[in-house]
């Protein structure tokens, strides 16, 4: 992993005006890498993300040269696209509907779908296909966005879920008892491939899962988001005040 970096701000607003511009120059080193020539992200759902599109519709619809933009996402409820719950839905309303970006470009995960072992399977070639890597090879994603719910959390790897220990599948099916509720989910081979992982967390109630992950001092069946560890790559944890109080705290602990 080449490193972690922590930028605080003090509100979600300036959070989402940061992060919109982190975007915005990953997406431009990405499009202007004479090798690469474009820009494939993974997007998240969750409250913070929301922010995130507007600032990027506001600020960088018209910057952003979004043909060369490839969008995928992290995971997705196992829902219809069209249902309030569903990742894709909050994207398309608060991004997608809002940029030139080509329907060709929009790949989302099949969450309708029943067979769930069959849906990450085919959303797995799906990746696969869009980047041009064979079976036995790992796509490396320019950017994947994520966040941590209360419980650290991350993507759809849940505590205690099976796919926290996922050894062969990309993109995994996976049944959460804490909602009652299967999901598709990126697995930490796939993550952990990424060029960069920017973490998202906004508001009081992350902040003892925030500083459980930000001291290490956890295991992925305990706080989820401590398994993603890029290879060779970077995280970045954008966070507000109020989330990284207890980090902050123990940090100034004598």
């Known amino acids: 992993m080449r490193g972690r970096h922590i930028e605080t701000a003090d509100n979600l607003d300036t959070l989402a005006q940061r992060a919109a511009r982190r975007f915005y120059e990953t997406a431009e080193r990405a499009i202007a890498d004479p090798e690469r020539g474009r820009f494939l992200v993974a997007l998240s759902g969750g409250s913070t993300p929301r922010a995130l599109h507007q600032a990027l519709v506001a600020h960088y619809r018209d910057l952003i040269p979004w043909d060369a933009v490839q969008v995928f996402w992290s995971d997705e409820r196992c829902v219809p696209p069209d249902h309030p719950d569903s990742n894709y839905r909050m994207a398309r309303e608060t991004l997608l509907e809002h940029v030139p970006l080509p329907a060709a470009n929009i790949h989302r995960m099949p969450g309708e779908r029943t067979d769930y072992d069959a849906a990450a399977a085919d959303y797995e070639a799906e990746v696969?296909?869009?980047?041009?890597?064979?079976?036995?090879?790992?796509?490396?994603?320019?950017?994947?966005?994520?966040?941590?719910?209360?419980?650290?959390?991350?993507?759809?790897?849940?505590?205690?879920?099976?796919?926290?220990?996922?050894?062969?599948?990309?993109?995994?099916?996976?049944?959460?008892?804490?909602?009652?509720?299967?999901?598709?989910?990126?697995?930490?081979?796939?993550?952990?491939?990424?060029?960069?992982?920017?973490?998202?967390a906004a508001g009081e109630e992350k902040a003892e899962a925030l500083r459980d992950i930000l001291s290490g001092q956890t295991s992925v069946d305990e706080r989820p988001a401590v398994g993603v560890r890029p290879v060779a790559g970077e995280v970045i944890w954008m966070v507000d005040r109020a989330a990284m109080r207890l980090a902050e705290q123990d940090a100034g602990a004598p």
């Open 128 to 200: 696969r296909a869009v980047f041009g890597t064979p079976a036995g090879t790992t796509p490396r994603f320019d950017l994947v966005l994520l966040g941590i719910g209360p419980d650290g959390h991350t993507a759809s790897l849940f505590p205690g879920t099976a796919a926290l220990h996922e050894a062969s599948k990309l993109i995994a099916a996976n049944w959460v008892p804490k909602v009652s509720m299967e999901r598709l989910t990126f697995t930490y081979a796939l993550i952990n491939n990424a060029r960069q992982v920017m973490f998202l």
